[in-house]
């Protein structure tokens, strides 16, 4: 069941790891590089296709009051997506590792999109000063990048991770 549907979280923000469509990491290789997360991440639901490539992933994290949930996508429109980016970035800004990791990230062709959602908490009437700690997120993103040779990219802020 994803997230969207679960009253007890509330969807935060939506990362990406851009990668090339056969770098595509099974859903085993996964399992395997998020393992040593736990108990600070717990792997809820996995979905995998053919040859046990990963479809989708939901993952908890009880103490960031966080969750997250992955789907892969690939395609005309991931590579549209891309140039969409390169539209945006302002690469004068870039510093030299961002500028190489810019150069992975404009051949991809994949992706793997991270829904980041808040757990709530009851009488949490303030939004803005929620117990939301994106550490979780962060060692997830990198670890799927490491695994699929791809570029994690925080969209909100044109971050390169």
């Given at each position: 069941?994803?997230?969207?549907e679960?009253?007890?979280?509330?969807?935060r923000?939506?990362?990406f790891?851009?990668?090339?469509?056969?770098d595509?990491?099974?859903?085993?290789?996964?399992?395997?590089?998020?393992?040593?997360?736990?108990?600070?991440v717990?792997i809820?639901?996995?979905?995998a296709?053919?040859?046990?490539?990963?479809?989708?992933?939901?993952l908890?994290?009880?103490?960031?009051?966080?969750a997250?949930?992955?789907?892969?996508?690939?395609?005309?429109?991931?590579?549209?997506?891309?140039?969409e980016?390169?539209k945006?970035?302002?690469?004068?800004?870039?510093s030299?590792?961002?500028?190489?990791?810019?150069?992975?990230a404009?051949?991809?062709d994949?992706?793997?999109?991270?829904?980041?959602?808040?757990?709530?908490?009851?009488?949490?009437?303030d939004?803005?000063?929620?117990?939301?700690?994106?550490?979780?997120?962060l060692?997830?993103l990198?670890?799927l990048?490491?695994?699929?040779?791809?570029?994690?990219?925080?969209?909100?802020s044109?971050?390169?991770?």
């Amino acid at each position: 069941m994803s997230l969207f549907e679960d009253d007890n979280y509330r969807w935060r923000e939506t990362y990406f790891v851009l990668f090339q469509h056969q770098d595509r990491p099974s859903a085993t290789a996964i399992q395997e590089a998020l393992r040593p997360l736990a108990p600070r991440v717990q792997i809820r639901e996995m979905r995998a296709g053919k040859n046990d490539r990963l479809e989708s992933l939901t993952l908890v994290s009880p103490d960031d009051f966080a969750a997250m949930d992955l789907s892969f996508v690939a395609g005309e429109e991931v590579i549209e997506q891309v140039q969409e980016f390169e539209k945006q970035m302002v690469k004068g800004t870039l510093s030299e590792d961002d500028q190489k990791k810019w150069e992975r990230a404009r051949a991809c062709d994949a992706r793997f999109d991270i829904y980041h959602f808040e757990q709530l908490v009851a009488n949490d009437d303030d939004d803005d000063e929620g117990f939301l700690d994106p550490g979780a997120l962060l060692i997830v993103l990198q670890r799927l990048a490491g695994l699929c040779h791809g570029v994690g990219v925080d969209p909100q802020s044109g971050t390169l991770l």
